[in-house]
């Protein structure tokens, strides 16, 4: 039978969509056994500055579950901000004890500032075992904006400092040469 | 110290005045009527404009947050302060002593303690003229955010701390040198050697192991006071214990080096 190139044409726009909706029922079935929360939903902060925030893992399912993983991700909606997460915390993984069925876990994340703009931060926890993972809502932080050195009037500074010293400097050798 | 100097010492004191004011006052005209302390504040006023000039003008330095930038220019501040003060410190002995001019200072009625402590003092005179030197730096980088006055008082504080650290460092590595070189090249080598820490990435200071290094290094402890003050806005009192240990360490080198002063001799560990 020969298939029409429509039919093609209908089979390759399908065909993703089906493999998108196996997908999401894959994420929504897991997410009952593990439940991630953050007690953030948003926050302000200036560049540099430090926050932290906690985030509870949850065994909502009826097995034990062993070789858990969080890890914090940090990116940007702003494709003209330059996000590093490494830059912003210095550790974004930990290692979760074995959570029995009903047990949770606390973890805190600290976060530094780098850079300003709007920020997501995320907690997703990986279980190697089953090969799924599992994340938390969004939290939306606003870093305000970077204040940078105002460089006007610097070249007064930059060179009468040095021109001072100089010459006090030549006065001082001066007066000795005359001493002597 | 010259000769004209060394004469300056058989003077009698006043009954008031200890020896080691007058060794002090002796050893702070030599070092600052010389052009010797001048030069070096020349050298130091320059390095401070450079790295403001950058901070200022250069893209990728502005690039930082102004607190940041503050940051980094009380740091140079203190380290080359600091660098200054071991290095005239480390000289002060081996170099009479390669000058052969330590006989003559030996030979003063002023007790050895009391030679130490005024070359100390002068060494030490170094870092207030250096820190002197980078207000004006540090008030204009910071003029916009109000940070100038808690970087002046701790940076001034812990530099302090750390200068009569190195004061000790210097005068114990000094007086054990018999060459000057030597003193001034392994004192140089000691304060890379408590400033590299600092310069780990954050990754490497985590665990026990980074955390005790952290406190443990006077120099990595008192930088990271200052970025924990600077940066992060910190009140002066809110990290003070990462003062502990640059405060005993500015306790017990210079009180170590006073110890030591009775073992202070013209040609140690020669046999001769």
């Given at each position: 039978m020969r298939i029409s190139s429509r039919a093609l044409a209908a089979i390759a726009l399908v065909l993703p969509l089906l493999l998108v909706g196996t997908t999401g029922s894959h994420a929504s079935s897991t997410s009952s056994l593990i439940m991630v929360e953050v007690d953030e939903t948003a926050f302000d902060a200036g560049p540099g500055e430090k926050i932290s925030f906690t985030s509870t893992v949850t065994n909502t399912g009826e097995e034990s579950l062993s070789g858990l993983i969080a890890h914090l991700n940090i990116l940007t909606s702003d494709p003209g901000v330059y996000v590093d997460p490494e830059d912003w915390s210095a550790k974004r993984t930990q290692y979760l004890d074995d959570l029995s069925s009903g047990d949770s876990q606390r973890l805190t994340w600290t976060v530094q500032a780098v850079t300003s703009g709007p920020l997501i931060l995320y907690v997703a926890v990986s279980d190697t075992g089953k090969n799924r993972v599992y994340a938390s809502e969004p939290i939306e932080m606003t870093v305000g904006g970077q204040r940078v050195v105002?460089?006007?009037?610097?070249l007064p500074l930059v060179l009468w400092m040095p021109a001072g010293v100089l010459g006090l400097l030549g006065a001082t050798l001066l007066r000795r040469r005359r001493h002597q | 110290m010259t000769d004209q100097a060394i004469s300056g010492y058989d003077a009698p004191a006043p009954a008031a005045t200890s020896a080691w004011i007058v060794v002090a006052g002796q050893e702070l005209r030599d070092l600052w009527l010389s052009g010797r302390g001048l030069t070096m504040m020349l050298a130091h006023t320059v390095l401070l404009s450079v790295s403001t000039y950058l901070i200022a003008t250069n893209q990728e330095l502005n690039f930082l947050e102004q607190r940041e930038a503050i940051n980094l220019v009380l740091k140079v501040a203190v380290v080359v302060g600091c660098l200054l003060v071991v290095i005239a410190a480390a000289d002060s002995i081996s170099g009479e002593r390669e000058r052969g001019t330590l006989e003559s200072l030996l030979l003063t009625p002023a007790p050895r303690r009391a030679l130490l402590v005024g070359k100390g003092i002068a060494a030490l005179s170094l870092w207030f003229a250096a820190f002197a030197l980078s207000l004006p730096y540090l008030w204009w980088i910071g003029r916009d955010v109000g940070t100038f006055p808690s970087a002046s008082v701790g940076g001034f504080v812990v530099g302090t701390l750390l200068a009569l650290f190195l004061v000790g460092v210097g005068l114990i590595v000094t007086m054990f040198s018999q060459s000057n070189r030597l003193s001034i090249s392994l004192s140089f080598f000691l304060l890379l050697a408590l400033v590299a820490p600092s310069q780990l990435?954050?990754?490497?200071?985590?665990?026990w192991a980074g955390e005790l290094l952290m406190r443990a290094d006077p120099f990595t402890a008192g930088l990271l006071y200052l970025e924990r003050l600077i940066?992060?806005?910190?009140?002066?009192?809110?990290?003070?214990?990462?003062l502990a240990t640059p405060v005993v360490a500015a306790v017990l080198l210079p009180a170590l080096a006073l110890g030591l002063a009775g073992r202070l001799t013209l040609l140690p560990r020669s046999g001769s």
């Open positions: 105002n460089s006007g009037g610097v | 990435p954050t990754g490497a200071t985590r665990g940066i992060n806005a910190h009140t002066l009192t809110q990290d003070v214990g990462l």
